[in-house]
């Protein structure tokens, strides 16, 4: 009872101060992973390093979601539909770090192909790879489609490939150096086959190679305009305009695969929530994210249709290691203790996501999950006595948040947290870009940074957090044991001992804190009657290269 009141008196205290915003949707799927009760509060409550792995926790299934493109024959569609983005989409550059926009997915399954095709059920499928093989999971040799051309007319060949990989390697800061600068070399073998040579082994190698945010560019187009060269690519869309407010796309005719049935499309910005929702009742919007109260009304009503699922990622703080506050481990723990998940799940989410059931820094649906750390218990005693233990004294601490409205939500939460303590914060909100600005490698002035989510499905993908020098590790993390296991990792074959490896790591870094984890998000999507073609990634993706809508 006494939780549920300072729950709810939290939730009263933000909503005077704030009208009301757009969030991410709702949730109808029951995990089966129930959250671990928290460990009694002591002097030494952080998750022990050392703990030995228990057996590995059942993770919940991946959701049902739509998966299946096509389109029923025989009926009309309309010509042009409207999706509207929860951020500003300022750039679509994929070697410039300011390339960054929670809608960056969608956008790249419009305009680019991968290597390879991963399926909602994690299924490989060829894309501009027709196969692949390995015999050292070092060196991978593909062949490729020899009927694909680039938007410029230009034929897709192994070159594209080569100088879209070596490019990216070059892109300090960008997301997609993060995905090949695992890469050591490339070897065109000829125009449609090529050898791609990692550093050392790799065991999850095809989860590069289907990355969905990122796809194969071409040279020429590049070097001809800085601008919209960085547009081409050999997808089902064409990009035709890209403002803060509005992505426009026309259907690529000479696409390679299936031509989709919709003839223009549109991704827009729209800031205002009341906006959005009368823009989808008057249908000028054919699908959207929704609040959580809201879906239950749409779902009501047949003009609609629903889709829901717990996201992958798990929705985090981080703590920048390189600012002397943050650093400092007494403040981290202070933080930890004064701070409950279960606030932001019912003040953000309206209490349809589910705070997040351990310690462990991992996806929902991630292989070797970790659900027996104990997160770290509520305790705003024990939060005062590691801050008088900790080097802060009165100075304001900075909580970065992005565009998005939940991690602007989550950050009045967690500023709640720290003035109950005794610290002073201020909230900076940024668009995406400038966050990914402030939070690049090496940057000493950031502090909290809200919105930090393991989004990934390979346990592999630990490293773009907590490897130094990568894009997604805002918190500056460098543990040398860390770095080992998670290059021991990625060149494990042996399942039990591929899980003590990630066990291990997990256990680490709930011990170090970089990452305080917060929940994972419930999606609602609103589609108009008649829609369908949506591929919705537990992921946090969202193709919707081949969606449509039936006219009647």
Partial sequence: MKKTKRALGLLICIVIGISLLAGCGSDNVAPSVAPTASSSPSSSSSPSASQAPS??????????????????????????????????IPILDLFNPACTSPQLMSITFNVYNRLVYRTVENEFRPELALSWDTKDYKTINLKLRDDVYFHNGEKFTAADVAWTINTAKTANGSGIFDTWSKVESCQVVNDYEINIIFKDVYVDYLYDFATQTYGILNEKAYAADPLTGPWVGTGPWTVTEVSNEIISFARNEDFWGAVPVTKTMAFRYVTEVAARLIMLDNDEVQIMIVEPMVAEEYKKDPR??????????????AFNFNNPITA?????????????????????????????????????????????????????D???????????????????????????????????????????????????????????????????????????VPPSGIRLYCYPGFTANRANYDNARVKELIDLGDKTFDN????????????????????????????????????????????????FSQYYRVKG
Avoid at 304 to 317: D, G, K
Avoid at 349 to 375: E, I, V
Avoid at 387 to 399: D, F, K, P, W
């Fill in 304 to 317: 609609f249709t629903i889709w829901e699922y717990l996201n992958n990622s798990s929705s985090s703080f």
């Fill in 496 to 543: 039990t001992e591929r899980e003590k490896i990630y066990h291990e790591i997990q256990a680490i870094i709930a011990d170090d804190l970089p990452y305080l984890t917060n929940y994972h998000q419930g999606m609602a999507f609103a589609g108009q009657a008649g829609c369908g073609g949506a591929v919705l990634y537990p992921d946090a993706g969202q193709d």
């Fill in 382 to 456: 024990l939060a005062k006595e590691y801050l008088a233990q900790s080097s802060y004294n009165g100075e304001t601490v900075e909580i970065l948040a992005g565009p998005q409205v939940t991690i602007r939500r989550d950050a009045q939460v967690m500023q709640m947290a720290l003035a109950a303590i005794g610290v002073n914060s201020q909230i900076v909100e940024a668009d995406g870009p400038t966050v990914a600005q402030r939070t690049a490698w090496g940057n000493t002035e950031t502090q909290i940074i809200c919105g930090t989510s393991f989004g990934v």
């Fill in 328 to 380: 400092d481990k007494n403040f981290r723990l202070a933080v930890a203790h004064a701070f409950n998940a279960e606030d932001c799940n019912i003040f953000t989410l309206n209490g349809t996501g589910m705070a997040a059931p351990s310690a462990a820094f991992w996806g929902l649906y991630t292989k070797y999950r970790r659900d027996d750390l104990p997160r770290y218990p509520y305790d705003p």
């Fill in 55 to 88: 057996a590995s926790p059942v993770s919940p299934p991946s959701p049902n979601l739509p998966g299946s493109p096509e389109p029923p024959p025989g009926v009309e569609y309309h010509d042009h539909l409207v999706y509207i983005a929860g951020s500003p």
